[in-house]
């Protein structure tokens, strides 16, 4: 499973990367206006800063939502580097322009995708990815790993190749749970993929080892 981090923070994404375990990041508009980035200029300018920190897919958002509009803006994007993922909302003209870049060879990440149906559509117009938000369906007390459960299993019946990006993770058991269920990327923040780390029984059990090491080193 890829882990991809949802951040626009570069210090948060060179601390998921220095642990060598990330394969791409998610952005969006508001994670993007909560590192205060706007302006065409500066956007572009932290797209290309996080793509010299990763090896590959970064899924960068369109503003538009006419066809036209995500269409130019998507190019544009694309040209930033070859890592850039265009992503594209589940909306009518997102469709048609997920079909557009696929036969451009343009990658794509179609977001904001609550259920089964949607994601069926996305995958007929060729994305790259698809983004199902397990944690805001949690939200509004559905369930979000029902969800991806239902995606991974349509893809798997017909073979599309669109890979299933569980987004909206809050939590190791999503994630762990996404894992189970056999999405092909999870992407959270930092504090999710470091708190894979922790278990109790870990640090009890380092802590011994010392200790018994210390002492027999004395003797
Ligand atoms: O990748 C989608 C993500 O940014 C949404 O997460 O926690 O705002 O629902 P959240």
Same mark, same amino acid.
């Given at each position: 499973?890829?882990?991809?981090?949802?951040?626009?923070?570069?210090?948060?994404?060179?601390?998921?990367?220095?642990?060598?375990?990330?394969?791409?990041?998610?952005?969006?508009?508001?994670?993007?206006?909560?590192?205060?980035?706007?302006?065409?200029?500066?956007?572009?300018?932290?797209?290309? &800063?996080?793509?010299?920190?990763?090896?590959?897919?970064?899924?960068?958002?369109?503003?538009?939502?006419?066809?036209?509009?995500?269409?130019?803006?998507?190019?544009?994007?694309?040209?930033?580097?070859?890592?850039?993922?265009?992503?594209?909302?589940?909306?009518?003209?997102?469709?048609?322009?997920?079909?557009?870049?696929?036969?451009?060879?343009?990658?794509?990440?179609?977001?904001?995708?609550?259920?089964?149906?949607?994601?069926?559509?996305?995958?007929?117009?060729?994305?790259?990815?698809?983004?199902?938000?397990?944690?805001?369906?949690?939200?509004?007390?559905?369930?979000?790993?029902?969800?991806?459960?239902?995606?991974?299993?349509?893809?798997?019946?017909?073979?599309?190749?669109?890979?299933?990006? &569980?987004?909206?993770?809050? #939590?190791?058991?999503?994630?762990?749970?996404?894992?189970?269920?056999?999405?092909?990327?999870?992407?959270?923040?930092?504090?999710?993929?470091?708190?894979?780390?922790? #278990?109790?029984?870990?640090?009890?059990?380092? &802590?011994?080892?010392? &200790?018994?090491?210390?002492?027999?080193?004395?003797?």
């Amino acid at each position: 499973m890829k882990f991809f981090i949802d951040t626009a923070n570069l210090d948060d994404i060179k601390q998921a990367y220095d642990l060598g375990v990330l394969d791409g990041v998610t952005t969006n508009p508001s994670l993007m206006a909560k590192e205060g980035i706007t302006g065409d200029a500066n956007v572009k300018a932290h797209y290309k &800063a996080i793509c010299d920190i990763v090896d590959n897919n970064v899924s960068a958002e369109v503003i538009a939502t006419d066809f036209a509009g995500m269409v130019k803006e998507g190019e544009e994007l694309a040209k930033i580097d070859d890592k850039i993922v265009v992503k594209v909302p589940m909306i009518k003209d997102g469709i048609k322009a997920i079909k557009y870049f696929s036969d451009k060879g343009i990658r794509t990440n179609c977001t904001l995708v609550f259920s089964a149906g949607q994601a069926l559509l996305a995958a007929k117009a060729g994305a790259s990815y698809v983004s199902p938000f397990i944690g805001r369906l949690d939200d509004i007390s559905h369930d979000g790993l029902t969800l991806i459960e239902q995606i991974v299993q349509i893809y798997d019946n017909y073979g599309y190749e669109t890979e299933v990006l &569980a987004a909206s993770v809050r #939590h190791t058991m999503h994630l762990v749970q996404c894992a189970e269920i056999g999405a092909d990327v999870v992407t959270c923040p930092l504090k999710v993929i470091t708190s894979l780390l922790n #278990h109790p029984l870990t640090d009890s059990g380092l &802590a011994a080892f010392l &200790a018994d090491h210390k002492k027999a080193s004395q003797k």
